[in-house]
C-alpha cells in the first residue's frame, strides 16, 4: 500500500471513529424530572453509563457536586473542566488513594477535596443544579461505566439533593462522615437515604428489610463477608421464599468465600458472572416492590468505616419493576449457576 492510500485510510479512520463517537454523544438521555423523579440505569440494560453523567453535568447551569471513589474516564474529566470553565461552581470529594492524580486532570477552576480518612471515601454521587442526583454503583472509570455490572438510580428533587449536599459540606480532608439518615416522599413513594457509616443502624435497616421478604429475594453483590446479612437471608431461605444470590466470581472465590460457604451449606441458589467483567452491583430487590442500591458492599468497612451509601427506595412502579426483573433477568442468564456438589454448571 503507497503513501497516498495509507493517508486515505487514516482519514477514513478517524471519520469512522468521530462519526461514532458523536453518534454516541447524540444518543438522548432521558433525565428524571418533576413529573418522574426516579429513573432507573444500568449497563446490562445496554444503556450507556457514561452517557448518562455526561448528560446530566452538560445540563448544569448553576452547580454540580460530585463525590468519587475514583475517576478515570476523559469524557467525564472533559465534561467537568468544561462546565468549571463555563463559570460552573464544580465541586469534586474523591479518594486520595484511589484517584491520587486526579488533582492534575481538573481544571484549576474545580475546587478539590482529597479524602483520606480512616476508610475510604467509596460513595458514587452526581448532584446537579441542587435538584438531579445520580447515584448508585458505578465509579467514573470507563470500565465502570461501559462494561461492568451497575445500577444507578437518577433523583429528581431539591430536598434530596440539598440534604446530600449539606451532608457532603461536613466532609474534611481526614474526618470521619457525619453519617445519618432520612426518608423523603416523592410523588406517592419513599425513599429511605442512608448516608454511612451511622453505627448499627444501617446493618439493623437491612436486616429487617430481609425480613420483611414474603414471596422474592434476589441479590446481586460485589462483596459480601457479613454472615449477620448471610444467616438472615438463610432464615428468609427456610422460610419459603425464593431467594436467588448472584455474586461477583472473584470476590466469590477470595473475600466473599466465608458467606459463599455458608450460602451453599444452607441450600441457597448460587450464581457466578461469567467473563472478565466485574459484577459490581450491591443491589437487593424484595418482592418485586422494595429496591435496595447504592455504593456499599455487605461488608463491615462499609457500614462502619467507609464513606459509603445506599438508598431504600418503595414501592416500585410497573415501569420500575419490569426494569428491575429485566435487569436481574440479564445479569443472572450471563452467570454460571452453581450445582448441589458446589461446582459451577456452566452455560453456554
Not at 486520595?96 to 477535596?113: E, G
Request: charged share 25%.
Amino acid at each position: 500500500m503507497n503513501r497516498r492510500s495509507l493517508g486515505l485510510l487514516a482519514v477514513f479512520v478517524v471519520t469512522l471513529f468521530a462519526s461514532y463517537f458523536g453518534f454516541l454523544r447524540a444518543i438522548e438521555v432521558e433525565l428524571p424530572s418533576e413529573t418522574d423523579p426516579f429513573v432507573l440505569y444500568s449497563s446490562q440494560t445496554r444503556q450507556d453509563l457514561r452517557e448518562t453523567h455526561c448528560a446530566a453535568i452538560d445540563q448544569a447551569e448553576k452547580s454540580i457536586t460530585l463525590i468519587i471513589f475514583t475517576m478515570r474516564d476523559r469524557f467525564i474529566i472533559e465534561a467537568l473542566n468544561k462546565k468549571a470553565e463555563e463559570g460552573v461552581d464544580v465541586y469534586v470529594v474523591y479518594d486520595a488513594r484511589a484517584a491520587k492524580n486526579l488533582d492534575y486532570q481538573l481544571s484549576k477552576k474545580v475546587k478539590k477535596l482529597k479524602r483520606d480518612p480512616e476508610g475510604i471515601t467509596h460513595q458514587k454521587i452526581l448532584i446537579v443544579d441542587d435538584e438531579l442526583v445520580l447515584m448508585g454503583t458505578s465509579n467514573m472509570t470507563t470500565a465502570s461505566l461501559r462494561y461492568y455490572d451497575n445500577l444507578v438510580t437518577g433523583i429528581w428533587s431539591s430536598e434530596i439533593a440539598n440534604w446530600l449536599n449539606q451532608k457532603i459540606s461536613q466532609l474534611g480532608p481526614f474526618n470521619d462522615g457525619p453519617g445519618g439518615h432520612q426518608v423523603f416522599d416523592i410523588n406517592g413513594q419513599h425513599l429511605d437515604l442512608w448516608f454511612l457509616p451511622t453505627g448499627p443502624k444501617g446493618p439493623e435497616r437491612i436486616l429487617q428489610l430481609i425480613r420483611t421478604a414474603k414471596d422474592s429475594l434476589k441479590i446481586a453483590m460485589f462483596t459480601w463477608t457479613r454472615l449477620d446479612f448471610a444467616e438472615e437471608v438463610i432464615q428468609a431461605y427456610r422460610r419459603g421464599v425464593d431467594v436467588q444470590v448472584v455474586i461477583d466470581k472473584q470476590s466469590g472465590y477470595g473475600a466473599s468465600i466465608r458467606v459463599i460457604e455458608a450460602l451453599r451449606e444452607a441450600g441457597v441458589p448460587l450464581y457466578f458472572n461469567k467473563g472478565k467483567e466485574l459484577l459490581h452491583t450491591k443491589t437487593m430487590m424484595i418482592d418485586d416492590q422494595i429496591l435496595v442500591n447504592g455504593s456499599a458492599n455487605w461488608t463491615k468497612s462499609a457500614f462502619t468505616r467507609n464513606d459509603d451509601c445506599f438508598m431504600v427506595l418503595w414501592t416500585l412502579t410497573t415501569e420500575q419493576q419490569r426494569f428491575m426483573n429485566n435487569f436481574l433477568k440479564i445479569i443472572f442468564l450471563e452467570s454460571n449457576k452453581e450445582k448441589n456438589d458446589g461446582t459451577i454448571k456452566a452455560r453456554l
